[in-house]
């Protein structure tokens, strides 16, 4: 039996346990941030968090996040949002794993062209 807390659920909404995740902390912190894209790249191991979210991320790219909270589209957003604008080429090599369309990058170009701060 899974212990539904400690699981991604892909039927309904994601695990809220994100909900409470310092993402602030992470993005500004170096070393963290680097061993959470590495475990996405599967170059390096994964905390059960970053487990998680590795889990998480092909369906919500898939479904545009139609199972997340509202914080978690809100994270998502910031997420991409530094990535995009601050490491491209880490951005670059999750967009290839997980949007090779590139569907995000695109709606963020032009959601800041037009000057708005969501996607």
Same mark, same amino acid.
């Given at each position: 039996?899974?212990? &539904?807390?400690? &699981? ?18 992470? +993005? ?26 590795? /889990?998480?991320?092909? /369906?919500?790219? +898939? ?26 080429? /880490? ?7 997980? /949007? ?10 032009? &959601? ?5 701060? &969501?996607?």
């Amino acid at each position: 039996m899974v212990d &539904s807390r400690q &699981s991604p659920r892909l039927d309904g909404v994601y695990n809220e346990k994100f909900d409470n995740v310092d993402l602030d902390e992470i +993005l500004i912190q170096e070393r963290l941030l680097n061993n959470y894209i590495k475990c996405l790249e599967s170059a390096g191991p994964c905390t059960p968090d970053a487990k998680m979210l590795k /889990d998480i991320l092909p /369906d919500a790219v +898939l479904t545009d996040c139609t199972k997340c909270t509202e914080k978690q589209k809100i994270g998502a957003e910031k997420v991409t949002r530094h990535l995009i604008d601050n490491r491209p080429n /880490d951005w670059e090599r999750l967009e290839k794993i997980y /949007d090779p369309e590139g569907t995000y990058r695109f709606k963020y170009l032009k &959601s800041k062209a037009n000057g708005n701060k &969501s996607l």
